[in-house]
Each structure stands twice: as structure tokens, then as C-alpha cells.
């Protein structure tokens, strides 16, 4: 199993571009979360879905949009691109009460 | 809101010695907390979880503690090693919502 994987690992962007983090899990787990992390900082929540169709927001959602088509993918896009924005995202996945597996992250710089 | 964070952001120790990170929550709704490890340029991994009905519990050279009276968790690391060095969090559920509520973390140094 590849686990959690997630791409680009690295992306410079322009203030207003929009783009798209992707990530997909092949451990079938029903929950999959974006969060991101500011440098020295923990995790804040983006978005959560807890199956294919459903969504919720987290603490820090303003600025995205994410969905959840299959099982496997969530992916999570920015509209337009803020220096607020620049950060690293880290998306993982887990079972109903299980520990969370976590991708290996994306670091996005806007400029 | 609630939050969960904790007392000291760097611990150094020496390798060999044994290493205690502690973490504060303020949810006493919270039933599930987890301890994370994040090596640099990493995602976080997984080292122990405890659910609110235990006070206690152990792997593999680390054991994890929870205070609900006063709202306290700790990692124990037994005999540090090099490899121990990282970044630690303590995270929370929130409301049996598997959202998890990570703290702002502690970065643990080894020193030879």
C-alpha cells in the first residue's frame, strides 16, 4: 500500500491563481482531512469528509473548496491565491475512530 | 473555543535519559486524544492513542498519561535515542467528531 499520497509536494504561486492539491488514499478509509500547518505551528483543519459525497468544514476553511467524489480522492483547491495561503498542507485518512494517516504534505508558497 | 496546548515548546534531553512532553486540553468533552511525532519535511506519524475511560497507556518504549481531574496528558519516552529527535503533538477529538484538534507542539532534542 502506497498509503497517503499527495501531490505536487512543492508549488509557487501568484497572487489570485488558482490551483489544486491532490490526494488520494488506498487504505479505504471512509475519512479523509486537509489540514494545514504554518511554520512552528500545529495543524489547523481545513475540510473533512467522512465518505464519497459528504464534506464539512474545519477551523480554517475561508479561501477553499474540496470534493469528495470517490472514496479514494479528496482534493482541495484554492480560487484565489492569497499570501495568507502560503503554507504546508497535509492531507490524511482514517477509519471510524482510528488513528489518522498523514501524506507526506505540500508546501505552497504565494507570492 | 476549545484548544488544546501545551507547557514547554522545546525539550532537550540527553540521549539515554528518559524524555516527558506534556500537553493541557480544555474540552472535557474530549474522549479521545492521540500523540503524533513529525520529523522535519514529514507528515506526522502516529505513536499512541488513549480513549477517556484509561488512565494509562503503553507501547513500545513510550507510554502515554491522562489526567481528566485536571485536564492533562503527557508522553513518556524511555531511554531517548537520536532517532527520538522531532516535533511532538498531543491532538484531541472534538465531540466524538473524529475531527482532530492538534496542539501548536513541542520539538524534543537529543543531545549526545
Known amino acids: 500500500n502506497a498509503g497517503v499520497t499527495q501531490t505536487p509536494k512543492f508549488r509557487i504561486l501568484k497572487i489570485g491563481q488558482s490551483m489544486t492539491l491532490q490526494c488520494t488514499q488506498d487504505m479505504n478509509h471512509n475519512y479523509m482531512y486537509w489540514y494545514r500547518q504554518d511554520p512552528g505551528m500545529g495543524l489547523k483543519l481545513i475540510y473533512y469528509s467522512v465518505g464519497a459525497g459528504i464534506t464539512d468544514k474545519g477551523e480554517v476553511p475561508n479561501g477553499y473548496n474540496v470534493s469528495r467524489s470517490t472514496t479514494e480522492d479528496f482534493p482541495l483547491r484554492l480560487e484565489l491565491a492569497a499570501p495568507s495561503q502560503t503554507s504546508v498542507y497535509f492531507c490524511?485518512?482514517?477509519?471510524?475512530?482510528?488513528?489518522?494517516?498523514f501524506g507526506e504534505g505540500s508546501r505552497l508558497t504565494v507570492l | 473555543g476549545e484548544s488544546v496546548g501545551l507547557h514547554l515548546p522545546t525539550l532537550s534531553v540527553q540521549e539515554g535519559d528518559n524524555s516527558i512532553i506534556n500537553c493541557a486540553y480544555s474540552n472535557s468533552a474530549s474522549d479521545y486524544f492521540i500523540w503524533y511525532k513529525q520529523e522535519s519535511g514529514k507528515g506526522p506519524q502516529f505513536i499512541i492513542d488513549i480513549r477517556s475511560n484509561m488512565d494509562k497507556r503503553q507501547g513500545q518504549r513510550v507510554t502515554v498519561l491522562l489526567n481528566k481531574t485536571v485536564k492533562h496528558l503527557s508522553l513518556q519516552i524511555a531511554a531517548t535515542q537520536p532517532g527520538d529527535s522531532a516535533v511532538y503533538f498531543c491532538a484531541e477529538n472534538e465531540d466524538s467528531s473524529y475531527k482532530l484538534i492538534f496542539g501548536s507542539g513541542t520539538r524534543l532534542l537529543v543531545r549526545p
Open positions: 490524511a485518512s482514517s477509519p471510524p475512530a482510528g488513528e489518522l494517516f
